[in-house]
């Protein structure tokens, strides 16, 4: 009887857009305080947790992703005024930038093209289809913009957002350990670092380190998405990917 009345229950709140938004808040703030409790171990990343929490709470009750969506759009219309909030704290290390913008532009020039070259070769060498291989390529810059590039050079822009989050978590749980065992020190490196190669996902663990490692991963962040939107093409057509 209980079950029966929990059932329909759902059913009513399930027809409203708000669950969706309530759902994403409520799992992010229980993986969050769970993260605290863990004294914030990269493997319990709450974007991880909330996640595959999600995933669950969506197969348990058997709601679509687009009836979902229809609240967590809210959240998702956030991602680009927080994106640009990260201004602000780049801002107040603009004085060190200023005296690090040429190797800092570099690095990032050079970890962009790196990162796309090297991922394209893996999955060649895997046998990937050239579709594949072209969802693969924008998969170190924020989603928006991968999803964008891939719909124009040829991927498929559902299997690019789902690299682009996979992306990003590996570089939050495993970047901070990599740096510790490089013995890596400088937060502006380690910033740099973890912008070009993990985007949002990364600058977020970036700024849980320091404010100045999540100011480099915000530029690093941003730069990367301009730079791979440009360049891109041209690397794909150099390696006879594009036409």
């Known amino acids: 009887m209980l079950k029966s009345e929990l059932v329909e229950i759902w059913v009513y709140l399930s027809a ?17 305080r769970l993260y605290l409790w863990a004294k914030c171990n990269p493997l319990l990343n709450p974007v991880v947790v909330s996640v595959a929490a ?27 005024p927080a994106t640009v909030a990260l201004a602000v704290p780049l801002y ?11 190797p800092v532009f570099a690095a990032i ?11 394209v070769a893996i999955a060649q060498l895997l046998g990937a289809s050239v579709q594949t291989q072209l969802s693969l390529a924008p998969k170190s810059v924020t989603t928006p913009v991968a999803m964008g590039i891939s719909e124009q050079i040829g991927g498929l822009p ?11 978590v590996i570089g939050a ?19 740099i670092a973890m912008g070009v190669t993990a985007h949002g996902i990364g600058t977020a663990r970036s700024f849980q380190v320091s404010p100045e490692m999540g100011a ?12 791979t939107a440009v360049i891109l093409p041209w690397l ?8």
Request: avoid cysteine; charged fraction near 10%; proline fraction near 1%.
């Open 173 to 191: 749980i495993l970047g901070t350990t990599l740096f510790r065992i490089l013995r890596i020190n400088n937060d502006s490196v380690k910033g």
């Open 216 to 227: 480099f991963s915000g530029l690093a962040m941003a730069l990367s998405a301009f730079s």
């Open 158 to 168: 559902s299997l690019t957002a789902a690299l682009v989050v996979m992306t990003g």
């Open 16 to 32: 409203s857009p708000l669950v969706g938004l309530t759902i994403t808040l409520v799992t992010y703030g229980i993986a969050y």
């Open 54 to 80: 999600l995933i669950a709470v969506l197969s348990i009750t058997n709601t679509s992703y687009e009836a979902y969506f229809e609240g967590g759009q809210f959240i998702h219309f956030l991602l680009g």
């Open 92 to 102: 107040r290390q603009f004085s060190s930038l200023k005296r690090q913008w040429l």
């Open 109 to 119: 020039m050079g970890g962009s093209t790196i990162g796309t070259l090297s991922s």
């Open 236 to 243: 794909l057509g150099l390696i006879g990917l594009l036409s």
